[in-house]
């Protein structure tokens, strides 16, 4: 099975595009969303990797290189996304 297709990466990316969605920054939305891209992008590439890896019998270079780039996409995007939250909630606040 491709990660891609997996239900635990597809609930990560919904997860990850329905709070994207919600952000009314421009410039922030953009920014997440490239960040998502980048990492279905790498997931790809990984799935590649393990098709390789199965058909020839031999681990590719790079292998663990696109699993530190998935850990340190989705660490950007959550950081992101948590500052942007506790902004939000300091404006609400302000409001008050």
Same mark, same amino acid.
């Given at each position: 099975?491709?990660?891609?297709?997996?239900?635990?990466?597809?609930?990560?990316?919904?997860?990850?595009?329905?709070?994207?969605?919600?952000?009314? @920054?421009? &410039?922030? !939305?953009?920014?997440?969303?490239?960040?998502?891209?980048?990492? $279905?992008?790498?997931?790809?590439?990984?799935? /590649?990797?393990?098709?390789?890896?199965?058909?020839?019998?031999?681990?590719?270079?790079?292998?663990?290189?696109?699993?530190?780039?998935?850990? @340190?996409? &989705?660490? !950007?995007?959550?950081?992101?996304?948590?500052?942007?939250?506790? $902004?939000?909630?300091?404006?609400?606040?302000? /409001?008050?």
């Amino acid at each position: 099975m491709q990660l891609l297709k997996s239900k635990k990466f597809q609930q990560e990316y919904q997860s990850f595009k329905s709070r994207i969605d919600s952000i009314t @920054d421009v &410039r922030v !939305k953009k920014n997440l969303e490239d960040l998502l891209s980048q990492l $279905v992008s790498e997931v790809k590439e990984l799935d /590649n990797q393990h098709s390789k890896l199965i058909q020839q019998s031999q681990l590719p270079s790079g292998m663990d290189n696109a699993r530190t780039k998935l850990f @340190d996409i &989705r660490k !950007k995007i959550d950081k992101i996304l948590n500052d942007w939250k506790s $902004v939000e909630k300091s404006r609400l606040k302000q /409001n008050l």
